[in-house]
C-alpha cells in the first residue's frame, strides 16, 4: 500500500529528524552546582528545562568521597533504594550517555541524600510520544532502529501484541 509506506517514511523521517539524528549536547548535570545533595539544585526542575535527546551525555561531577551516581529502574527511584543499580558510576566526574529512549533514573547511593533532593529522572518526552503513536498503530522499529543504533530500542516495553500484527 503505498499511502502505507509514505506514511511510515515520513514518519520515521520525523523520528530521525528530531529523536535519532541531533546535534549531540553534553550537559553537566546541576551545572556549576554539579551532582550534590546540599540543595543548591533541583534536579526535577533543572531536568524540565532541557531537550534530551538520543546521543547527548551527562557529566556528574562530585566529590566522590560523600556522593556515588546509580543508575537505578523507576521503582528505585521512587523509594531511593539503590540497592540493585543498573549501573555505578564513582569516579567523581562521570560520563553517561543517553544512548536510548526512554527513561534514565540516577540517585545517588549515599545514606540520606536521595531522600534529600540527589536524584532525577532524564527523559525525551517528544521520542516517547512518536514511540507509543507507533506502537498503538502496532508498527514496528526496524527503522527506528537503523536510525538510533542497534541498541536503542526499549525492546522489553515493545509489546510482542503489537510487533506481530
Ligand atoms: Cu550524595
Given at each position: 500500500m503505498a499511502n502505507l509506506r509514505t506514511s511510515m517514511l515520513v514518519v520515521s523521517l520525523l523520528m530521525m529528524a528530531l529523536c535519532g539524528v541531533s546535534m549531540a549536547a553534553v550537559y553537566q548535570v546541576g551545572d556549576s552546582a554539579g551532582w550534590t545533595s546540599m540543595g543548591q539544585v533541583d534536579y526535577h526542575d533543572w531536568a524540565a528545562t532541557k531537550n534530551f535527546h538520543v546521543g547527548d551525555t551527562l557529566v556528574f561531577?562530585?566529590?566522590?568521597?560523600?556522593?556515588?551516581?546509580?543508575?537505578?529502574?523507576?521503582?528505585?527511584?521512587?523509594?531511593c533504594n539503590a540497592t540493585s543499580p543498573i549501573a555505578t558510576y564513582t569516579n567523581g566526574s562521570d560520563t553517561v550517555a543517553l544512548e536510548k529512549l526512554g527513561h534514565f533514573y540516577f540517585i545517588c547511593g549515599y545514606p540520606g541524600h536521595c531522600q534529600a533532593g540527589q536524584k532525577i529522572d532524564i527523559l525525551n518526552p517528544f521520542c516517547i510520544y512518536i514511540e507509543n503513536f507507533l506502537q498503538r498503530r502496532g508498527l514496528i522499529f526496524v527503522f527506528f532502529k537503523s536510525f538510533t543504533g542497534a541498541n536503542s530500542l526499549r525492546t522489553a516495553d515493545l509489546k510482542p501484541a503489537a510487533v506481530s500484527s
Open positions: 561531577n562530585y566529590n566522590n568521597q560523600f556522593h556515588n551516581v546509580k543508575q537505578v529502574a523507576h521503582p528505585g527511584f521512587e523509594s
